[in-house]
């Protein structure tokens, strides 16, 4: 998974402005149509996105503009305005690079699952 700013948002900057939160409209996940098949998830769906850190719910978002294999969720919505109270820094390692000593939060491993 990667979370790159929303268009609207930069980062977590901006999500408090009603606007530009209208503007994105809820937290979404994008996601390969090859991807969402094999799992059962439609377009519009809510899913859990999760690993051994933790886990977020969002939309489903079916495009191919998101790699197979690789899901995109767009921004960090603040928690108390995501849908279930978490969001992508959920399922990031609080760890640090080994290389630099920088953050690791840009990408991770995670499955994602159809909520029922």
Known sequence: MISPPARNFLNSSFVNVESLRLTEGQPHLDIHPNDAKARGIEDGMLVRIFNDCGSMQANARMTERAREGVVVGLSIWWK???????NANQVTSQALTDLGGSAMFYDCLVEVELVH
């Open 80 to 86: 108390k305005l995501s849908l279930d109270g978490y």
